[in-house]
């Protein structure tokens, strides 16, 4: 019966954990969650044409020493947060069945939401760091490559753009409601009140920034700018076009699909 | 007209070193106006018959105040945690619903519906949750406390150390070190004293020890299920604060 007892001794004074946890809560905001916007947002510059999409990469391209920066401000918190996290969620015992208050339900989601963000990441990283590395994939190529994918039907699903559109749910959704643990973990929202008033700022951001996310998805799979309409630059077409093809067919075809 | 009854199911087992023994077994038991779980449990004392007419040994469990003071008679009452000595029939089970009993889970189990929950009281000594004297002899009056003070501290000092919001949180678990919620809202408590104050520094460090108040993960089910309506959120949420402080600025007040 009693699967959740424990020992009485369980407990040392260790300072560790606490730290790794304030680690954890910290690096999830900067630069993780920072980060989070700062991508989303260059990519909504694609909604503008490639040629916009390609200066703004061009833009990151130009940061000086930008492998060591990457890895100390992007790789190395990730990987932190995200193997901590897998960690803590291992320890949860989650209880919505019984207990099917809210708060309860965004505490599982962000256990769930945290681990499929993590799964994302790692095809997305495939997609398009790792084959970048190991075929020598352009960055002009990112804008048709991310075109011709998200725009794969098979069976008449667009599998891919489908991903996409979760990975980037979920991401957001971890990212808004972790604000709102954020602001609970380091007593900034010391009243239950003030943490509800914090759910409602941070839900409605998580909302904006999802369609942010979501309206970049939606274009590079079916060509439709739906809430920003900017300038009438031609939308991708799911091919390729001439001009983009010597630099993006061979090489970069990812060899895998 | 056939004699109202209440049907009970409850989850038993004959000790804490015998889980072969964990079964439900099902008790029907004369309906009485203003009927609780702690009557319905003393029916099935007094005639320890269960539901297809097997006698067996009486189901255990425990109570004392029996006006939710105490918080021995905490169990999970269909499906929830809470008091049992508050949980009426005619509400719980208004049209001869089955009600289910088990014992909590997050503590070991002695025996059917009664478990041992000394790790609450072992948390509240860890945590030092009292006022220090330091000897018998006349030390004057203390220092007087605030109306607001009072006011803050008051709906504290009700906690009864039942466990229902330890048995309700996702992360007080056997994989966990979680000291739970209960123990962190006494700190808040303590620290706000006048004279707890002093070893305010003491309590915070053992709360950023090992299942300190870090491992909240703000599932807010603990202030949903306490019965006496203490402000759980709001002392985590204090003492984190107050555990940030002592992270960032302790080592400069040393
Ligand atoms: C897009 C990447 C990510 C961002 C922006 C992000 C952001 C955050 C933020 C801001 C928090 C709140 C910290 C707090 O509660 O104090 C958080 C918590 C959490 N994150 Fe992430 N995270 C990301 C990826 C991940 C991944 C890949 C995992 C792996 C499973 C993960 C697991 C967790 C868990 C379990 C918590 C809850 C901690 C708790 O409340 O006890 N996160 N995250
Ligand atoms: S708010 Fe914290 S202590 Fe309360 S139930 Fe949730 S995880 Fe447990
Ligand atoms: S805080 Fe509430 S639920 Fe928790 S032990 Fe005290 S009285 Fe019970
Ligand atoms: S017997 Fe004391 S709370 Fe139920």
Redesign the pocket.
Known sequence: MSEGARALTAWTPDRRAFLL?KL??LT??VP??A??VEHLWTNATALGGQAQFDEAVLGIQRIPMLPLVETLFIFAP?TF??????W??RQAKPNVAHYTYSRNWA?LL??IT??L??LF?LVHLWDYRIQKWLYGMTTESFYPELARHLSDVRYGIPWYGILYLVGVAS?VF??A???V??C???GITTTRRAQSRATVLFGVFGFVLFLLGANTVLYFATGTRLYIPMGDTPAPSCAPDPSTRSSSTSPTRSPVR | MAKRVVRLKVLRQDGPHAPETKRWEEFDVPWEPQMNVISSLMSVQKNPVTADGKTVAPVVWESSCLEEVCGACTMIVNGKVRQSCTALIDQIAPNGEVITLEPMTKFPLVRDLIVDRSTMFESLKRVKAWVNLDGSHELGPGPRQSQENQEEAYPLSRCMTCGCCLEACP?VNATSKFIGPAAISQVRLFNLHPSGKMHAAERLETLMGEGGVA????AQNCVEVCPKEIPLVDSIAQVSRQTTKHMLFGWLLK
């Open positions: 946890r954890h809560s999830g905001v993780v969650g980060f989070l990730l947060h995200a193997v901590y996290g897998v803590l969620s505490y962000q256990r945290g681990v963000t993590f990441i991401a971890h990212f409601n972790g604000l643990g954020f609970a973990s380091w | 992360q491992d909240c993960g703000k």
